[in-house]
C-alpha cells in the first residue's frame, strides 16, 4: 500500500510534465532496452564507503511501496554488492532469451549485478576500462528491463569511465548524490556532483547517510560522523535536501540478510528515512527535471539539401547553423591543439559545400556530428550551440548554399 496518495501525484507530475515538454526532450540513449523505461537516475558520490548501494537497494524497495514499478542497475562492476543486498547470491544462472538478459526480481525490483554473473564466485574482476564500459553498455542495452517508472543506477565511486559512459549513452534523468556528514566526505561527494553538472545532468538532491547513531538504552544520539554536512551542501548548491539516514543496526543487518529494512517494518527509524527520502524525491523530481529540461534540444533537422542545421529547443528557440562554421568551429583534438588552444584546421581547406550527413545526442550535454568529409570526432554542447554558434537563417543561406 502506497505511503502517500500516488495517484494524485501522478496527476499533478503529468500536469507539470506537460507544458515544458521535458519527457520528448528526454532521449533514452538509442537502447530499444530501454525504451519502457520512464526515469534513469544515478546514486552517485565522489567518495567511496558512503554507502551508494546501501541506498540505492532500499530506496528502490521505498519507491517500490509507493507504487512505482522500479528497476535498479549495479555498475559497480568491480565491487558489486546489490546480490548480498537483495538476498541473491546464491543465483547461479540468469535467464537468457533472444540475446536479451532477464533481470532478477526480488522484493519487487528487477535487478542486474556483475555479482550475478559471477554465480556466486568471490573472484575479483581484474578487468581494464574498456571492458568494463563494454559491460555496462550491455546492462544498458541487453537486459529486459521491461516497463519501469525508475531506473536507479548503483554507481562505484570517482568520476572515471563508468560515470562518463552513463552520462553520454544512458539520458540520464537527474542523480542522486549520497555522502556522510564529515567535511571530508562531502568535499569529494562534491567533486561527484560537479561532474554530472558540467555534463548537464540535473541534482535531484542530495542525502546525508550515517548521520548519527541513537542508543537503544537511552536513546542518546551521538554524532559519529558529525552533523548537517549534507544538507548544508544542498542548501550551498541550491539543490534539494532530500534526506538523512541514520546509523542503524536494522540496516547493517538487512544488507547481510539480504532483507531491505522495509521487508521488516515500516516503523523502525531507518524504515522511516528511506520512505521520507522516497516521498521527497518523487515530490521535487519534475520540477527538477523540468526546469533542466529547458535548456535541451526538441528536435534537429538536417537539411537534405544543403546540409545545414536547424535546432528546436524545449523553451520554443530555434537556432539556425551552417554546415561548413560548425566544420569550421570544431575543437576536437584533431583540430585544436589540447595544449595551446590553437586552431590546427585551416578553414580554407573546409569545402564550402560540406554538409552534416548525421548528428547524434551525447547525453544531455551535447550532439557528436559526422561532416561529409568524414569528420566526426567533435563534440558541440548545446550551450555552445544556443549562444555561440547561432546564425542568422538569412544569413546563413546567402553565405553558404552553393
Not at 152 to 176: E, K, N, R
Amino acid at each position: 500500500m502506497a505511503f502517500w496518495n500516488r495517484k494524485k501525484k501522478q496527476e499533478e507530475e503529468q500536469q507539470k510534465e506537460a507544458p515544458s515538454r521535458g519527457a520528448q526532450a528526454a532521449r533514452r540513449g538509442g537502447f530499444p532496452a530501454l525504451q519502457g523505461v520512464k526515469h534513469i537516475i544515478a546514486i552517485a558520490s565522489g567518495k567511496g564507503g558512503v554507502g551508494k548501494s546501501t541506498l540505492s537497494a532500499n530506496l528502490a524497495v521505498a519507491l517500490r511501496f509507493a507504487g512505482a514499478r522500479v528497476g535498479l542497475l549495479d555498475a559497480d562492476i568491480y565491487g558489486a554488492s546489490q546480490p548480498g543486498m537483495f538476498g541473491a547470491g546464491d543465483i547461479q544462472n540468469l535467464r537468457v532469451e533472444d540475446n536479451m538478459l532477464h533481470p532478477v526480481e526480488k522484493h519487487g525490483v528487477r535487478f542486474v549485478s556483475m555479482g550475478l554473473l559471477m554465480g556466486g564466485d568471490d573472484g575479483p574482476v581484474v578487468w581494464r576500462a574498456p571492458m568494463v564500459v563494454k559491460l555496462l553498455q550491455q546492462f544498458l542495452g541487453q537486459v529486459a528491463w521491461g516497463e519501469l517508472d525508475y531506473l536507479l543506477i548503483d554507481l562505484p565511486p570517482g568520476t572515471g569511465d563508468i560515470q562518463l559512459t552513463l552520462a553520454q549513452q544512458a539520458s540520464l534523468s537527474g542523480a542522486v548524490i549520497v555522502t556522510t556528514p564529515q567535511n571530508v566526505a562531502v568535499g569529494i561527494a562534491a567533486k561527484g556532483m560537479r561532474m554530472f553538472e558540467k555534463v548537464n545532468v540535473p541534482i535531484l538532491g542530495v542525502i546525508e547517510n550515517m548521520s548519527g547513531f541513537t542508543c537503544e538504552n537511552c536513546d542518546h544520539v551521538t554524532h559519529i560522523f558529525q552533523q548537517g554536512g549534507g544538507k548544508q551542501m544542498a542548501k550551498d548548491n541550491d539543490i534539494p535536501f532530500l534526506g538523512s539516514v541514520p546509523l542503524d543496526t536494522d540496516i547493517v543487518e538487512s544488507g547481510d540478510s539480504g532483507q531491505p529494512v522495509l521487508l521488516g517494518s515500516t516503523e523502525s527509524p531507518a524504515a522511516q528515512a528511506f520512505l521520507n527520502i522516497a516521498k521527497n524525491l518523487e515530490e521535487s523530481f519534475y520540477d527538477v527535471v523540468n526546469e533542466a529540461n529547458e535548456g535541451l534540444p526538441l528536435e534537429e533537422q538536417v537539411d537534405p539539401e544543403t546540409g545545414n542545421v536547424t535546432i528546436q529547443w524545449v523553451d520554443g528557440n530555434t537556432t539556425h547553423h551552417s554546415a561548413y562554421n560548425l566544420r569550421v568551429e570544431c575543437r576536437c583534438a584533431l583540430c585544436v591543439d589540447e595544449d595551446t588552444g590553437k586552431q590546427i584546421l585551416d578553414p580554407k581547406r573546409v569545402p564550402l559545400d560540406i554538409q552534416v550527413v548525421n548528428m547524434r545526442r551525447t547525453g544531455r550535454y551535447a550532439y557528436t556530428i559526422t561532416f561529409s568529409d568524414n569528420h566526426s570526432t567533435g563534440i558541440y554542447t548545446f550551450d555552445r550551440l544556443r549562444d555561440d554558434l547561432a546564425e542568422d537563417e538569412a544569413g546563413d543561406n546567402e553565405t553558404f548554399s552553393v
